[in-house]
């Protein structure tokens, strides 16, 4: 088996190659194994470990490839935080991208159990979350939660041919230079908001590879600003002026959600260049 490699540097999490072993996703998320609920959980909050209900999608065909954990400065709770897992079924290959099943969860009363569409593109190692085009499903802490995790990755499933439907109309729309930077422009004022963003849209659209030089396409495009703005690395300057370099995302919550108004913000450009 090919070893699985830190996918990015001081990164909080891990990905491999091939499906991930209960070693090595024990060494970054050790939360996935706890042996009880957090102390403030009370008698209503069925407890079944994560790993458990890992183990019932193990036997579906669903294996993970990724996994991290968020950390927590609050003594005692650091086994019991929110953690994530993306996953993805062998016939669930392709040559340039894939779609995963990412699954959130915590045993301290931060998550339910959270189930969304993501998609992996290769070349880059981006993991995408599909926007709004495929149903977050949330599973509580109640009842028989692994049938019930394993019934919502198989209705995210039966629904990969949205977002596949949404990728390709990425890859026919084109773009113009000044189009392609109100896009970075845009992503950049969804990470910071009302701050002032110490990068340019430029920065934002500079390719880090061979493959993704001189395209011009939408997908190609947002793959670009997607990586740039999470694994950060650029340098830039601050409202005061003062040198910085961007860092990468590494928290669950914030990745999550910048990832999926990424997508949300792609699927609007190409309904407005299409006219819709």
Known sequence: MALATRFARNSFGLRGNEPLTDEQIYSVAKSIFAHGKHESRS??????????????LRKEGFQPFMVAQSRSRIEGKAEFTKHMLRLRKADMLAVDETFEIILINSHDGTSSYQMLAGCFRFVCQNGMVTG??????????????????????YRIVDDFGNAQKSIEGMKSTVLALPEAEIFADSALMLKYEEDKAPITPVQLLKPRRAADANKNDLWTTFNRVQE???????????????????QQVRSIDTNIKLN?????????MAGIKAGR
């Open 43 to 56: 008698d209503r909050y069925t407890y079944i470990p994560t790993i458990e209900v890992l183990n019932g």
């Open 132 to 153: 709004d085009t495929v149903e977050d499903v949330r599973v509580p802490h109640r009842g028989n939660i692994t049938d019930n995790v394993i019934d919502a990755a």
């Open 260 to 268: 999926k108004a990424l997508w949300n913000l792609s699927e609007r």
């Open 228 to 246: 740039n703005l999470l694994v950060g690395g650029l340098h830039g300057v601050t409202a005061t002026g003062k040198r910085t370099t961007t």
